[in-house]
């Protein structure tokens, strides 16, 4: 979230200023603020607004990574998982944006007259809720859909599919997202106006818009999506290494702290257990380690659920298993 988090601030406090007429134009607006970072980063990284879009996005991944877990862990099935996950992500994200937006529109909007603050009616705060609905469908719920649908259609390889799903499924969901965001702003920022000047002004804020708020999801649910996987796999996968030890990880320990027969997994949890495991090396560890898949019970705990583990048994565990 904090990788991502400075360009994501830049766009969107440069949609929602010109939006309001405060800049002449978004890609303005994005200049100005990048020169920020540039010319005083101390300021620039004190900004409110910076932690604000880094607490959205922090909220965001951590309730989708948290989601994942709780689903392997219940052995939910696919479609139990996606809708839970669309549930978790899509409550975090929606409360911290929907926060977030409407105090950029305060900050950043248009000028207040007669020292009344700016009022952000229900309606707005409708519209960012649908909004975060469909971003969030098409950045966790949408990529796997698309990824099946690459891998089977035209075979592509699964990690190769879903890296491309992942980054595009986002920025296209935009063409629907940008006007429901724009016209939320343009409530704010012209609350007598008509729906016919309202769509007269979509007309025109919305073409530039459409464009960075598009480049915004490559690194909000694209790259950080990818990012977000891939340190979320591999923390894992350490984690099963140090915790879930094989058949001859256990015969290694055993053997350094001399014990003869009647030890098991469970004399690992104590302090002296761990520190004789981490005494074998970590190439070693790795080498020796293999896990098999567990049957848990009913249809959808195959072979191939990678969810549930014991330490695989036997030396040649980890060619079969392969962590």
């Given amino acids: 979230a904090a990788s991502v988090s400075p360009f994501l601030m830049c766009v969107d406090r440069a949609v929602t200023a010109a939006a309001a007429g405060q800049t002449s134009s978004v ?75 409407a105090a ?55 990690q190769l599919a879903g890296a491309a799903a ?31 000047q309202r769509i007269a002004a979509l007309k025109v804020s919305t073409p530039p818009a459409l464009i960075a708020r598009s480049l915004r999801m490559l690194p909000a649910y694209g790259i950080g999506g990818i990012l977000n996987t891939t340190l979320s796999t591999k923390g894992r ?26 030890t098991n997994a469970n004399k690992l949890a104590n302090g002296k257990g761990r520190k004789a495991l981490a005494s074998i090396g970590v190439s070693a560890r790795r080498s020796m380690i293999g896990f098999v898949p567990r049957a848990v019970g009913g249809d959808d705990a195959g072979a191939g659920d990678a969810s549930a583990f014991t330490p695989g048994e036997g030396g040649d565990a980890g060619v079969r298993g392969g962590a």
Avoid at 38 to 64: D, F
Avoid at 257 to 262: C, Q
């Fill in 27 to 101: 890609w303005r607006g994005v200049v100005d603020n990048v020169s920020e970072f540039v010319r005083k980063p101390g300021a620039a990284l004190r900004q409110p607004a910076l932690w604000m879009v880094c607490g959205v996005y922090a909220g965001t991944y951590a309730a989708a990574n948290l989601s994942d877990v709780v689903g392997e862990r219940a052995h939910a099935s696919v479609n139990s998982k996606a809708a839970g996950k669309f549930t978790a992500t899509t409550g975090a994200n929606m409360l911290g944006g929907i926060a977030k937006d």
């Fill in 104 to 158: 950029f529109a305060r900050m950043f909007g248009a000028p207040v007259t007669n020292g009344a603050a700016l009022v952000v009616p229900f309606a707005s705060y409708g519209l960012f809720a649908a909004r975060d609905c469909l971003t969030i469908g098409g950045a966790f719920v949408v990529p796997d859909a698309a990824k099946d649908c690459m891998v089977a259609r035209f075979g592509m390889a699964p």
């Fill in 166 to 196: 992942q980054l595009l499924s986002p920025p296209l969901m935009q063409v629907v997202c940008t006007p429901m965001h724009l016209l939320a702003l343009n409530m704010v920022n012209a609350p007598v106006a008509t729906m016919a």
């Fill in 237 to 262: 996968d350490a984690a099963r290494r140090k915790f879930m030890p094989s058949a001859e990880d256990i015969k290694a320990v055993k053997a350094r702290l001399g014990k003869r027969g009647g």
